[in-house]
């Protein structure tokens, strides 16, 4: 059958040219999207998703002369202990870099530090927080525990990297890993990862103590409350705030961590549906034109479907017939694009994902679109087709 269907389509190539590349360019097109679309997906599961559900983000920064800043640093520093008294407040951890979704790339870039470990070198992410941060973001750990804000017995400082940093590093087990840099830090533990936006993957990172970080000028510390407080943690902080600092010049924020992780996945989400809008139109268009073109050459092939009939053909086995052209047009047209592919991809598993499934979705898309005409033809009367032979 597949040797006459290839005859067939032979003796009208110039009929199904429109259809050839009209196909082709829909697969392409289709793979571009998909593959974008499952590579975000895999991105968004890696490793190091930080727990910010009920977590409110809040800082200050000022440029106020040394001696006023050292005055809202202890003004801060006492709405802190105030909101950690707060019977629906379960931690609050003072940080800096180790909170997602405030910051963009570029930022991390520039609190960034090349590191320089036996014959490797890359960059990691400088990030500071004390020995509540486990308590508010709860990171997975891989291996030992979350750092102390304070020295190791042996005078070293203790650091928590994570598994992208051990990788570059070439360390198979970590903790215990001495660095040296300007201090002794010694790895106590490692963490799958610290993303920074929720579709990109965690970058080599390494989290030293908060005291490393002292600064007047600034401060940002991160709260996790039990659920349903919101009102109340935001009605106690306003309250705390206005009262201990008063200094216009001074700049606060306080926002919720999920609210942040939303509007990020939604930006994200809006830049894959720019992309795969214009995909969708024109598939929908190519089905209605892949449609029509069956269905007119169907009609102009209407005597040799009565002919087949009236020999004895089946419906079934005419029906597959046009349907069996339509799939081997399409199989036709996306060997060209599965070449190209092999141009543009490396081919790993989100690869083949996305080129398989776009295979799978075109050959779908020529068997519906083939369907209604071919039934057309099976039901053709020939007697009424043949009469005028």
């Known amino acids: 059958m597949i040797r006459q269907i290839l005859k067939m389509l032979w003796k009208q190539r110039r009929s199904y040219a429109g259809v050839f590349i009209e196909q082709l360019l829909v697969t392409v097109v289709l793979m571009l999207a998909l593959v974008s679309v499952v590579e975000s997906v895999k991105k968004y599961r890696t490793p190091g998703m930080l727990n910010t559900e ?5 800082f200050y920064t000022s440029n106020l002369p040394s001696e006023d800043s050292d005055k809202i640093k202890q003004s801060w520093d006492v709405i ?15 940080s800096n870099n180790l909170s997602p979704y405030t910051r963009n790339d570029e930022y991390y870039l520039m609190q960034s530090d090349s590191m320089h470990i036996d014959d490797r070198h890359f960059i990691a992410v400088l990030k500071f927080s004390d020995e509540f941060g486990a308590t508010v973001f709860k990171p997975e750990m891989e291996e030992g525990t979350w750092l102390e804000n304070r020295a190791l017995p042996d005078g070293s400082i203790p650091v ?7 990788d570059e590093a070439g360390w198979t087990v970590a903790k215990g890993k001495k660095i040296i840099r300007s201090n002794i830090y010694t790895v106590v533990g490692v963490a799958a990862g610290l993303k920074q936006e929720p579709f990109k993957p965690s970058p080599a990172a390494i ?7 002292y600064s007047s000028m600034s401060a ?18 306003y309250k705390e705030y206005q009262r201990l600092i008063s200094d216009e010049r001074v700049e606060s924020s306080l926002n919720d961590m999920h609210t942040l992780k939303g509007l990020w996945i939604s930006m994200s989400i809006l830049g894959v549906a720019l992309q795969s809008i214009p995909t969708a139109f024109l598939f929908i268009f190519a089905f209605i034109g892949t449609f ?49 592919s092999f141009f543009i991809y490396d081919y790993t598993a989100v ?8 295979v799978l979705i075109m050959l779908l898309f020529s068997a519906v679109s083939a369907w209604y005409p071919a039934w057309k033809a099976s039901k053709v009367n020939p007697a009424e087709a043949l009469k005028y032979e």
Do not use: C
């Not at 349903?228 to 902080?237: H, L, N, P, Q």
């Not at 009609?299 to 069996?324: Q, W």
């Not at 690869?351 to 776009?358: A, K, L, R």
């Open 54 to 58: 009920n977590v409110f983000h809040t």
């Open 80 to 94: 802190i202990g105030n909101l950690r008294k707060l019977p629906f407040v379960e931690a609050i951890s003072n």
């Open 292 to 340: 029509g073109l069956s269905w007119m050459i169907s009609k102009r092939r209407i005597r040799e479907f009565a002919l087949r009939i009236a020999l004895g053909s089946t419906k079934s086995r005419l029906m597959t017939i046009v349907i069996g052209e339509s799939l081997l047009i399409t199989g036709i047209a996306v060997i060209p694009a599965m070449i190209l």
């Open 160 to 166: 928590v990297i994570t598994r992208q940093f051990a």
């Open 220 to 237: 940002e510390s991160m709260v996790r409350i039990k659920p349903g407080y919101d009102r109340e943690f935001i009605d106690a902080f």
């Open 207 to 213: 989290v030293k103590p908060y005291y490393m970080d």
């Open 351 to 358: 690869h083949i994902i996305g080129t398989g499934v776009t």
